[in-house]
């Protein structure tokens, strides 16, 4: 886990922003710190509105537990109701594409049906801060297509986005500004198009 040191910035209300930087530099230390996983030992950091994150789609589950129940348990830990949850639980089912395995031990689950669960749940509800980790790469070609056209309106509904990303053209395609990480310092901090040039550069 990278050390953060001397990071200090604001992130307003219609801003999508992305970290970037080499593997090791921070970035996702960073995410997990917003999220409130990992703790700051000085300073300090505050969040205004609902936190979402795209993080990790296959932990957080538990294996003895069937789908469905998981659905319930994901839910209440991102703040949702259960009433609000059973509302939406039949079209997060049909989004994961699980058939019957819903209701079947998570245990029994391959990887992939992890993720298409974990991020059908954690993409059905529009957090004001939304938070991502590299993650539109899971699952397989046929779930990305699917998974990338729902993220879109995920992003575009969220308040603020934050997004830790190798994909260059991904961030020029979605975000508005781009802080630049490396040994848990920022670099560079600005447009799209003044940073990621340098940034190409110094990772090629």
């Known amino acids: 886990m990278a050390a953060l040191r001397s990071l200090s910035f604001r992130i307003d209300h219609g801003e999508r922003v992305a970290l970037v ?10 995410l997990r710190a917003l999220a409130g996983v990992f ?11 609902q936190i979402g994150t795209l993080l990790d789609f296959g932990t957080g589950f538990e294996g003895e ?9 994901r839910g209440m830990a991102m703040g949702i109701s259960p009433a609000k949850i059973k509302e939406v639980e039949d079209e997060i089912i049909e989004f994961s594409a699980l058939g019957d395995f819903i209701d079947m031990p998570m245990r029994t689950y391959s990887a992939g049906m992890f993720v298409r669960l974990g991020f059908a749940v954690s993409t059905q509800f529009s957090p004001d801060v939304l938070l991502i980790d590299e993650v539109f790469g899971a699952g397989d070609a046929a779930f990305q297509a699917r998974a990338f056209t729902r993220m879109m309106d995920v992003v575009n509904s969220a308040g603020i986005m934050v997004l830790a990303t190798h994909d260059f053209n991904l961030v020029e395609q979605l975000c508005s500004r781009v802080i630049w990480i490396e040994k848990g310092r920022i670099v560079a901090d600005g447009k799209p198009s003044e940073i990621i040039p340098d940034v190409r550069a110094h990772l090629a």
């Open 39 to 49: 703790p700051v030992p000085l300073g300090n950091i505050e969040v205004v509105g």
């Open 21 to 30: 930087g080499h593997n090791g530099s921070g970035k996702s230390t960073l």
């Open 65 to 73: 537990s069937t789908g469905r129940e998981n659905i319930l348990y």
